[in-house]
């Protein structure tokens, strides 16, 4: 066999449904949807949303609860460790946080909009 059989004949993970996992868990893995140009563009071009994410949320924990809160259908996620920038206080050098990001590519024809709850 070579190794483009082997690929196909394993079983790939099924994900997680979002009614199998605790739905309190899944409250909690989407912290705040990230605003920038960068996302916006990102957005636009590639149908991606782009989500600050619990530093212990899983790939399918993050399908899971963008499907269950925004009721879209989620074609992949990507993940991003983001390095808390070093700062200096006078001669003190501290460091913020580090934290997660996510990538969340939507299906063809899905759209999450963050300002359809804005008062004009």
Not at 20 to 27: A, H, I, P, T, Y
Not at 85 to 101: D, L, N, P, Q
Request: a positive charge; one cysteine or more; glycine letters at 6%.
């Amino acid at each position: 066999m070579n190794a483009d059989a082997i690929k196909k004949d394993a079983a790939k993970p099924a994900g997680i449904k979002p009614g199998s996992v605790n739905q309190e868990r899944l409250m909690q893995v989407l912290l705040a949807p990230v605003v920038s140009e960068k996302s916006t563009f990102v957005a636009d071009k590639n149908e991606q949303v782009i989500f600050r994410v619990a530093q212990d949320a899983t790939k399918p924990e993050i399908k899971a609860a963008v499907e269950l809160l925004f009721k879209v259908q989620v074609k992949s996620v990507q993940v991003a460790n983001v390095k808390g920038k070093e700062k200096r206080f006078g001669r003190f050098i501290g460091r913020r946080r580090h934290w997660k990001k996510a990538y969340v590519c939507l299906k063809p024809g899905q759209e999450i909009n963050f300002g359809a709850g804005e008062a004009k």
